[in-house]
């Protein structure tokens, strides 16, 4: 492998951008061409430019040797029209670059993106702040019922109402206490997610990588507990899922050749057809699942599969952050293609391209896109896609330490509240050692008579028959 490594960060896809056509305008073999009885020196053509740049990608460790040339095509025609590089007569932007051997050059300058520089904030201002039990009273609480009058109950009464014994109490006060509203255990997910994936990371700060603007703790926790059996998410508004035709598909295509749940005829070429339906919607899609907003985050986890555990991990937590909707999808997705590309009983579906590269090629596009159209993105989501259909059992698995972490603050959170509402009540049903010593004297040691422990002390002796009972 080649080319300089570009690790996470900040702004990795523009770095790439950049780095590749470095690479592209310091490497590419120029000589003299001839064309319509004129000489033009420094150039090349369409083909040599396709063979040289796919090379290129294919040696180079930010892309790997997965690069085809259709991708490769695909980036020239960006070129072309960013003006990386334009045609022997100067034209560029709107002219077509085809694999031939039309001449083109380099202009004088190619035109790099510029990185945004970097506000000079603290990294600690990154992150949102954690909740933490004195929050509650800055926290407004909407109140839904009006505060009734306190009721006083006798402890025999309470200890019969709620089963449970908290000792001698004249009486007790019930009070309405600030329970954890379900805004902020959004909030904490959001906050302990974002904290998990900067670790994971390796970074210092997500300035330039992900804004915690854009992440919705509500689509965390759903994503965390409304699956079913197999994991898959279950959404709440049916309207939000996919058309059942679809699903119907998709099904059809898995399950091959026993998922034809509608019994239609199965006639030549028909899995053709069901797998170009099924593609067809997902092309249509307005965005990439993956979003426009975490395409940068996704761009930095391509650097890290070089360690397959700390990507898959990486991987779990970006996916967390997903709508539910485009995260049911995706499992669906990428579900169907690791089932289609296994199938050996499932006919080719395309007559030159093998199955597993027809599916990377046909819906790693729909994964993972970018906003910006003078980007890698097509060369970074082949990558990306195919390491996610490999893995897209684990994937989907909610990163064990995450969930216990939340899960061992919202219960410090509650007990904390609770300890500062009711303090004489809380240090009833969960006494500390000094609490206990002062109200159970501690028992003095029971000492044993001397003798006995002299006794103990001396060795067994065998025993001996002195008589008989023998007549």
């Not at 490769?72 to 022997?88: C, P, R, S, Y």
């Not at 520089?117 to 039990?133: A, C, G, K, V």
């Not at 099924?278 to 993956?290: D, S, T």
């Not at 990486?314 to 089932?339: E, F, K, V, Y």
């Amino acid at each position: 492998m080649e080319g300089k490594v570009i690790g996470p960060g900040p702004y990795r896809a523009t770095k790439l951008w950049n780095e590749t056509i470095k690479l592209f305008r310091s490497g590419m073999p120029l000589r003299r061409h001839w064309a319509h009885f004129r000489c033009y020196d420094c150039s090349f053509t369409g083909s040599e430019a396709v063979d040289y740049l796919h090379d290129l990608l294919r040696r180079n460790y930010n892309f790997g040797p997965e690069v085809t040339r259709y991708q490769t095509l695909q980036l020239l025609k960006k070129f072309l029209k960013a003006h990386v590089i334009e045609d022997i007569k100067g034209h560029y932007g709107t002219e077509d670059f085809e694999d031939s051997g039309h001449l083109f050059r380099f202009p004088t300058m190619s035109p790099l993106k510029s990185i945004p520089t970097r506000s000079l904030l603290q990294h600690s201002n990154d992150l949102p702040r954690l909740i933490r039990w004195d929050d509650y009273e800055e926290l407004p609480q909407q109140e839904n019922t009006a505060l009734s009058k306190p009721a006083v109950l006798t402890s025999d009464l309470w200890n019969k109402r709620h089963s449970v014994a908290i000792g001698d109490v004249h009486e007790c006060k019930l009070i309405r206490r600030k329970e954890i509203t379900p805004k902020q255990v959004d909030h904490i997910w959001k906050t302990m997610t974002i904290a998990h994936l900067q670790r994971v990371l390796g970074l210092k700060t997500l300035e330039g990588v992900l804004s915690p603007v854009q992440v919705n703790g509500k689509h965390i926790e759903h994503n965390v507990t409304k699956v079913n059996k197999t994991g898959i998410v279950v959404l709440d508004n049916k309207a939000e899922d996919m058309p059942y035709w679809v699903v119907s598909a998709m099904k059809c295509l898995a399950n091959w050749p026993n998922g034809n749940d509608s019994k239609q005829p199965v006639y030549p070429g028909f899995e053709r057809d069901v797998l170009k339906t099924v593609a067809e919607y997902f092309q249509r899609l307005k965005q990439p699942l993956l979003t426009f907003h975490l395409y940068e985050v996704f761009v930095n986890i391509l650097s890290l599969l070089s360690d397959q555990e700390v990507a898959t991990e990486a991987l779990q937590i970006s996916c967390l952050l997903l709508p539910p909707p485009n995260r049911r999808r995706l499992q669906l997705l990428l579900r169907l293609m690791a089932r289609v590309s296994q199938n050996q009983q499932l006919p080719p579906l395309n007559d030159s391209i093998p199955t597993r590269t027809l599916m990377v090629q046909m819906f790693s596009h729909c994964v993972l896109g970018s906003v910006d159209e003078m980007d890698l993105d097509e060369l970074l989501s082949t990558k990306l896609v195919t390491f996610m259909m490999e893995r897209y059992n684990t994937i989907f698995q909610v990163p064990p330490k995450l969930r216990s972490q939340v899960e061992e603050h919202l219960s410090h959170l509650r007990r904390v509240q609770f300890q500062k509402s009711y303090p004489e009540v809380y240090q009833t049903r969960f006494p500390t050692q000094e609490s206990k010593a002062a109200v159970i004297p501690e028992k003095a040691p029971r000492l044993k008579p001397h003798h006995m422990l002299f006794n103990l002390k001396k060795s067994f002796q065998p025993f001996q028959r002195s008589w008989s009972f023998r007549a």
